[in-house]
């Protein structure tokens, strides 16, 4: 098969894509990631092949952030309407509030994300014809050009699927306005198709997010083990040799500090709280927030960066952000969580982890010095929370691997 993989330039949304590439590849597949121009050499370093396609710019979270700061840091509490009515909490909304959610939605995300994709990518694929597209869930862009050479498509979600479960919501409504289908449709007009709903959610959709913790949606889904991939990495010295007491992960992602304002808890407090705790705390720093620390306590180590996937299965446990790629990628190897989530889908993320039983939330107010060290004693004391993390592990490895699922994708084309 030919198969085209196209995503918005961003490196947290592209990498979730990058173990299924290579199964499609290994598989015997030709597969081609386009993107917008200037984004090559991401793509490229996975070890892809990368078609720029499109106008050059950078994800839209960028854009706002470096054009519109305040309401960036608005927008980044919690899951923006209409997404917000995905989990609990959205009793009583309304289709026409759901509708504005998804005007507002389309004019600060999608279509920014999206326009400067669409041309390129359609005349990309009626030249190319290939006989798949996968789409991360936001890059509409790639149903619309699957759509106009006769391709199967299809979504691979990096997280919970808030998207196609706040459409099924949407739709339960019936008729009415519906902001989302109606652009589509427009370009449906131009490129001579008719709007359909697999245009927004896909004619299938592939999840990593294992069950426990995944957002049930009745729409068709292929279960895929989530393998991490980071980026190119190598194992520093240190992380090869046994740790000689319990090992805690520090790591919050670099979204804080590349597009927002810099974390939303204080590593400074963190640390001191844990000086005292007889164990190792790991802390992933870019250089210029550990330079902001007044003193680095003895039992600490401060790193830039070391692969998580590398350092997890050393650890006892882990505090993060609950950014997906950062909480799958522990849960991979059992190790219990402190999430102390802020943005999107991290705080219902770490909420089903919760309760789930394999982490612990703090949220907001709550998060301090004191609050996370309390909460990680109970981690590392109560067996519990190793258990219930050591057994998603398990159910995780027992999810179709990615290359199992290349077997289903053959079949559906």
Request: charged share 20%.
């Amino acid at each position: 098969m030919r198969v085209l993989l196209t995503t918005y330039p961003e490196k947290t949304i592209f990498q979730p894509m990058v173990t299924l590439a290579w199964a499609l590849r290994t598989a015997g597949h030709e597969v081609r990631v386009a993107t917008q121009p200037g984004f090559e050499d991401v793509v490229t370093g996975a070890g892809l092949t990368a078609v720029p396609v499109g106008r050059p710019g950078v994800g839209n979270w960028r854009r706002l952030t470096e054009a519109y700061p305040d309401l960036a840091e608005a927008e980044r509490i919690g899951l923006p309407s209409p997404y917000d009515t995905a989990v609990p909490g959205a009793d009583g909304v309304t289709r026409a509030e759901m509708a504005d959610g998804y005007r507002e939605t389309l004019e600060l995300w999608h279509k920014q994300n999206n326009f400067p994709l669409v041309t390129g990518l359609v005349e990309f694929a009626r030249a190319w014809r290939p006989d798949l597209v996968i789409w991360e869930p936001t890059t509409y862009a790639g149903a619309i050009a699957a759509k106009t050479c006769g391709a199967a498509h299809g979504r691979l979600l990096w997280s919970i699927d808030v998207f196609g479960a706040a459409r099924e919501r949407f739709l339960g409504f019936g008729p009415g306005l519906d902001p989302l289908a109606e652009w589509i449709a427009g370009y449906g007009r131009k490129y001579g198709f008719e709007f359909t709903e697999d245009l927004v959610t896909g004619q299938f959709t592939i999840d990593p997010v294992p069950e426990p913790i995944r957002l049930a949606t009745s729409l068709p889904t292929l279960p895929v083990q989530y393998v991490p991939y980071g980026g190119a990495a190598s194992v520093p010295d240190w992380l090869q040799r046994p740790a000689d007491r319990p090992r805690i992960g520090l790591t919050l992602g670099t979204t804080a500090t590349e597009h927002f304002g810099g974390y939303t808890v204080s590593v400074p407090d963190i640390l001191a709280a844990l000086s005292d705790v007889d164990a190792e705390v790991v802390a992933t720093l870019p250089d210029a927030e550990a330079a902001k620390l007044p003193e680095v306590p003895a039992n600490a180590r401060i790193v830039p960066y070391v692969p998580l996937h590398a350092l997890a299965p050393t650890c006892a446990a882990v505090i993060n952000h609950a950014g997906p790629g950062t909480y799958l990628t522990t849960a991979r190897y059992g190790v219990p969580q402190l999430a102390v989530p802020w943005e999107f889908d991290e705080p219902e993320l770490a909420r089903r982890a919760t309760l789930h039983g394999s982490a612990l939330t703090l949220t907001g107010a709550e998060v301090s010095g004191k609050a996370v060290r309390a909460n990680v004693l109970r981690l590392l004391s109560e067996p519990s929370f190793t258990a219930r993390a050591r057994e998603l592990a398990a159910r995780m490895a027992a999810t179709p691997s990615p290359n199992d699922v290349v077997q289903a994708l053959e079949a559906a084309c």
